[in-house]
């Protein structure tokens, strides 16, 4: 796993919008698709339109999209099985019977799930990991948690690394033992990778410390957005909340 | 091979709740859950980040991250990853651990869109709080009785993983009954959600004991749930003399007994709220939504109506009921279970 | 504000786990002085060179005794923040050192930790990055970076705080022959007080005078490095080996300069 996450490193105009203006549209579309009844399916129609139109102007290669939806499968399982076992009333297809609220909880669970993960890898396809923490910085997340965060992220290549070596050095010498002997290996590497990364922990401290820290991180984003990003950024955003308010009222 | 394959595939796939699942109430509300908890947990563990600093939870997040992306073999041909939230807390004590368990879920959202956005608060409320802090309970209440030594953790710490995953899972079909955007027979939900996550509580659970044992026998000191049972040391001076001093004292272990357990009584009388309010109103959807004045988005979808009102009428049925009451006399033989292991456990430790 | 560079006096030290390191270090070095800290696997080392900066030790909260003077100021728990600034570490791995999203930020961290701001402490970043010639990197990840930039940026960092003792532990460990010598390029050209842990003697005789022999938690032996190196018993005596064909006596060092 990369430290970098899922960036794109290309240049778009959604690539250069200030990470927490970011985070914020991207809540606000997902709270709309969230809350819009689930027969309405012109509304998630505008919705993919919407997205769709935001992956062309980021600049994102298809793939990228498509193999992080993987994520969601877990879920798909999950959605095919609720015509088979939610309740109401019922109807036959080729000799199954299936519920009525179920297909239509299966669609809600589909269609938001896959929506709301095509948003967020819009955001992590454009955003690097730095400008994300610092936008979390200018949203007020409490600074300790960014700091923690910001280890976290800086350090995932290094445990991943070790980790990856340390599998590397039990598979050349090979398995001995049987399934618990497996499970023994494996978890004692996992008992190691614990060890080092702590020690890790307390040698990054102690460098941190001799460079004089005292209990605070410097900042990272020292500017703000300009309300003319605000705007461009929750451009998509604000139209998604337009679509589910219309959702609401036409669904009355 | 086949086995290597499989985990290959098996790799990216996390169960995280992604965006949608629960209506937008219950996903704001378990936001707001999560926000109290990792700000209550960050207060509590502002003196122990002071003194480790904020790059030991960052590499403990780090690592959590990693193991998660381990398959370790269980048996009969299957594997299991670690969720990592009752080990965490052994390792780093609870609040730390809530706050490491956050973060990976954050990273996991934000950074590699793993779990919906609107959805971290679920998943930080099911996976960063209730298996860390069920976890860690049932962990510092086991040292309580097993022998005063830092090989106890294993045992117990066993035990804390076994009964955290279905608890968690009991806590999800709570949130179901809630928010939950489809009707689906709560008693057979959580009977099988209880059911399915016993299996993967004794996966956690094998896991949790074999990478402490691990931690235990290289560097005993850093395990925290441990740390008070930690021997003095004897230091021998430039002359040769020697004298004995307790090791590095434990950092605010003592206060977190205290405020954890009223935490997890808080938790545990939620989680029965939960509970009951569910089997009491079958249509939890439709409940709240009236309580809250969200009456038409409910009327709002085409199908909604006549079926839920159905449902109301044809009654909670008895099923429903001894099904939860299944799912919550699952867990609890889960902790006699887990009980009597670690006893026996300690006690062939012992001779 | 007089007195020895590192004064180092009846030091002893046992981590957390029971186990001791250190038992009974004393030892002096000068401004200005350049002096290698040899020494086998386990000898106590890295575990000094952590208390002189206040790090490790009672003055940490550990398990320890003995006194310790730098530039003439004792290292007491009101004096850490001066004394730190002074003492400038380089720790073995660079990842531990490095750990910041980016080099920029790396290099910022100390001296905005001293209270510098804005202009004051970009010039400071810059003229470190310059220092160690890494200046066209400054807004890349740590993890995008080669190892041996990566331990250059890692002595930027200790450089933008000024330091008046530079402390490295193992500067040259996992470096190519060409890194290796740009970093010795680097640390000569610096005007500090210079302690540094190496296995890599030809590297001691090259850049040090002097030399500190440790073993078992103490000072073994202390001179000149040349003496040290060509004293075949006292090396095989600490696991010490010289390189195959390589003779201490026959080639020049920094005292030859």
Excluded at chain 3, 118 to 136: H, I, K, P, S, T
Aim: glycine share 12%; net charge neutral; proline share 5%.
């Amino acid at each position: 796993m990369s430290g970098d996450g899922l960036l794109v490193p290309v240049d778009s105009k959604v690539h250069r919008i200030p990470a927490q203006v970011k985070i914020v549209a991207l809540f606000v579309f997902v709270l709309a698709v969230v809350s819009t009844p689930a027969a309405h399916f012109w509304a998630f129609a505008l919705y993919a339109v919407l997205l769709a139109a935001a992956i062309v102007v980021a600049k994102l290669p298809l793939p990228v999209v498509s193999r992080r939806l993987a994520v969601e499968t877990p879920f798909i399982v999950f959605a095919l099985l609720l015509p088979f076992v939610a309740t109401g009333p019922t109807f036959d297809v080729l000799g199954v019977q299936l519920s009525q609220s179920g297909v239509l909880g299966a669609w809600n669970v589909l269609a938001k799930g896959t929506l709301g993960v095509i948003a967020a890898i819009l955001l992590s396809a454009t955003t690097g990991p730095r400008e994300l923490l610092a936008g979390l910085e200018r949203l007020r997340l409490p600074s300790t948690l960014v700091a923690i965060l910001s280890f976290m992220v800086r350090y995932l290549n290094v445990v991943s690394d070790d980790l990856h070596r340390m599998r590397i050095a039990r598979e050349s010498r090979g398995y001995v033992g049987g399934r618990a002997g497996h499970l023994k290996a494996v978890a004692g590497g996992v008992g190691a990778l614990f060890v080092r990364s702590f020690e890790r922990g307390e040698r990054v401290h102690l460098a941190m410390q001799s460079r004089g820290y005292n209990g605070r991180m410097p900042l990272l984003g020292e500017v703000g957005a300009t309300r003319a990003q605000w705007i461009e950024g929750l451009t998509i955003s604000l139209v998604a909340v337009t679509v589910a308010v219309a959702a609401r009222v036409v669904g009355l | 091979m086949l086995v290597a394959i499989r985990s290959q595939q098996a790799k990216n796939v996390r169960v995280h709740v992604p965006d949608g699942f629960f209506d937008a109430p219950t996903s704001i509300a378990t936001g707001l859950i999560a926000a109290g908890a990792v700000g209550f947990s960050l207060q509590r563990a502002n003196r122990e980040i002071r003194e480790t600093g904020p790059a030991l939870a960052g590499l403990t997040a780090a690592f959590v991250f990693a193991v998660q992306m381990v398959n370790f073999p269980v048996g009969a041909g299957t594997s299991g990853h670690l969720l990592g939230g009752a080990l965490a807390a052994a390792l780093v004590g609870p609040w730390t651990a809530v706050l490491v368990m956050s973060t990976v879920l954050l990273v996991q959202g934000l950074l590699f869109a793993d779990g919906g956005l609107t959805a971290i608060g679920t998943n930080i409320t099911l996976m960063g709080l209730v298996t860390v802090l069920v976890g860690y309970f049932v962990t510092r209440a086991l040292l309580q009785v097993l022998p005063r030594r830092t090989g106890s953790v294993v045992p117990a710490a066993t035990v804390g993983a076994l009964v955290s995953v279905p608890v968690a899972a009991l806590c999800f079909t709570g949130l179901y009954a809630i928010g939950g955007a489809v009707d689906i027979p709560l008693g057979k939900l959580a009977t099988a959600m209880v059911g399915w996550h016993i299996l993967v509580g004794i996966g956690e659970a094998v896991i949790t004991a074999a990478v402490l044992g691990a931690v235990v026998a290289t560097r005993p000191d850093l395990v925290y749930a441990a740390r008070h049972l930690q021997q003095d040391l004897v230091l021998v001076d430039a002359d040769g003399n020697t004298s004995t001093v307790s090791p590095d004292k434990p950092i605010a272990a003592k206060p977190a007994g205290r405020s954890l357990g009223i935490g997890v009584a808080v938790t545990l009388i939620v989680a029965g709220g939960v509970s009951l309010f569910a089997s009491a109103h079958p249509d939890g959807l439709e409940f709240v939504g009236a309580k809250l004045g969200f009456e038409s988005a409910a009327k709002g979808s085409a199908v909604a109506g006549s079926p839920l009102a159905d449902y109301g009428v044809s009654g909670i049925g008895n099923a429903q009921v001894s099904g939860a009451l299944a799912g919550i006399i699952g867990v609890l033989v889960t902790i006699a279970l887990g009980l009597a292991i670690a006893k026996v456990a300690s006690l062939r430790k012992a001779s | 504000m007089s007195g020895p560079a590192i004064h180092v006096e009846r030091l002893v030290f046992a981590y957390p786990d029971g186990r001791q390191a250190l038992y009974g270090v004393d030892f002096t070095v000068e401004r200005g002085e350049r002096v290698a800290l040899l020494g086998p696997n386990g000898a106590g080392k890295t575990t000094l060179v952590l208390h002189l900066n206040g790090i490790l030790g009672s003055v940490a909260g550990g398990s320890g005794s003995g006194r310790i003077e730098i530039g003439g100021t004792g290292l007491h728990r009101e004096h850490l923040p001066v004394i730190r600034r002074k003492v400038g570490l380089v720790f073995q791995d660079p990842d531990d050192q490095l750990f910041m999203p980016t080099v920029r930020d790396d290099v910022a961290f100390g001296p905005a930790n001293l209270g510098l701001r804005g202009a004051e402490l970009e010039d400071r970043v810059r003229e470190a990055l310059v220092q160690v010639g890494m200046q066209d990197h400054a807004d890349l990840a740590p993890h995008h970076l080669s190892y041996g930039q990566r331990r250059r940026v890692a002595v930027a960092t200790v450089l933008a705080m000024r330091p008046e003792v530079l402390v490295l532990d193992e500067p040259s460990s996992n470096l190519d022959p060409a890194s290796r010598r740009e970093l010795s390029d680097i640390l000569t050209g610096l005007d500090v007080t210079l302690l540094m842990i190496t296995h890599d003697l030809p590297y001691a005789l090259q850049l040090c005078e002097r030399s500190l022999l440790m073993d078992g938690g103490r000072i073994v032996a202390d001179g000149r490095t040349r003496d040290l190196l060509g004293d075949a018993e006292l090396m095989n005596a600490h696991r010490l080996e010289l390189p195959y064909g390589f003779d201490p006596l026959s080639v020049p060092g920094p005292e030859g300069r």
